[in-house]
């Protein structure tokens, strides 16, 4: 088993079935497949000054409706976690699982006792006063938005740490955390290269009160964002247009993949998801089996297994562009 993988690795996989990397049609990464209206000529940076991240602080501040003072960024999501699993130093953390795998690593490199809570079977389970609470929401790997209005108020009563994973919050309607940043231990992750299809851009933020916020930036780099990384987002922010048609086109294709999938005698279950991907238990079929199903037809999905509390009969299939489900659909 492969302890900590993830999806979308078109060159390793290109390699293995022997095809040229622009063949592979890639169902594996919940990275969005619909692209900002850029504004800017990359060629035109100065890139001979170091960076000034001011007008990039303004841009996801709007965009986020927060004010300036309650964000830090990190050079990706991931950076973030564990810079914050660091700077917190807590000794005890409880993940709401299964979820993004990063979090076990972040929590085993600094030595969290970790106390794992199946959130498909056990989500009321009361966790352990003191804890860092992880909790991804919309969740991955099945993409569930779950409304948090009544585990808030137990979290806080235990004195807990809360992280809320809002990675895939921009596919969907649904109201932000940031209307719980009273409460002063509590820390909300953006991770806006999967909304703003920028996996090669790094730029992740981590959202709270301003105190907190001064906690985490004393021990944090002055320079760790380039300026290309940088423009690109906000020139991806100033596309007035693109949240509204990445949500429209999105939720349209994800209802096609529900209808395809429904209709498989592939599928013992559909999870629900309000995210850009989609998670099934497979019949009479394992994922590797099926992985190896799709090989002729170059397709890539995201094999399940080594996340907590699932197995070999689970796979993710991520939302892309409607020719490329229906080449699926043909195979399912």
């Not at 592979?24 to 940076?45: A, M, R």
């Not at 922010?237 to 005698?265: H, P």
Request: hydrophobic share 40%; net charge neutral.
């Amino acid at each position: 088993m492969i302890k900590h993988g993830h999806g979308g690795d078109l060159k390793a996989f290109s390699k293995e079935i022997k095809c040229e990397i622009n063949e592979v049609i890639d169902l594996s990464s919940n990275i969005n497949f619909l692209q900002p209206k850029l504004d800017i000529d990359f060629n035109s940076l100065d890139i001979s000054a170091y960076p000034n991240y001011d007008d990039l602080y303004k841009a996801i501040a709007k965009n986020y409706q927060i004010d300036i003072e309650q964000i830090e960024l990190f050079n990706g999501a991931t950076t973030a976690i564990y810079s914050l699993f660091r700077e917190l130093n807590l000794d005890h953390c409880t993940l709401y699982a299964p979820c993004y795998m990063e979090y076990q690593k972040s929590a085993e490199l600094y030595g969290y006792t970790i106390e794992y809570i199946n959130r498909f079977e056990n989500i009321n389970t009361h966790p352990k006063e003191n804890s860092l609470i992880i909790f991804v929401n919309p969740s991955t790997p099945d993409g569930k938005f779950y409304p948090i209005e009544e585990m808030i108020p137990i979290w806080r009563k235990k004195g807990c740490t809360i992280l809320i994973d809002e990675s895939f919050l921009d596919f969907t309607p649904f109201e932000s955390a940031t209307k719980y940043l009273d409460y002063p231990k509590l820390y909300i992750l953006k991770s806006m290269t999967k909304f703003y299809s920028s996996a090669g851009i790094r730029v992740g933020a981590i959202i709270s009160n301003q105190k907190s916020i001064k906690r985490l930036q004393k021990s944090e780099p002055l320079w760790k964002i380039s300026q290309f990384d940088s423009a690109y987002l906000q020139s991806a922010l100033r596309d007035k247009n693109f949240v509204e048609k990445s949500q429209t086109i999105n939720n349209a294709y994800r209802g096609y993949l529900l209808e395809m999938l429904k209709k498989s005698n592939l599928i013992e279950n559909i999870y629900p998801s309000s995210a850009n991907f989609v998670m099934v238990k497979l019949k009479d079929i394992d994922a590797k089996t099926f992985q190896e199903k799709l090989i002729p037809h170059k397709i890539m999905i995201r094999n399940c297994a080594n996340f907590d509390f699932l197995d070999e009969n689970f796979i993710r299939i991520a939302i892309k562009d409607i020719t490329s489900l229906r080449l699926l659909e043909n195979i399912l």
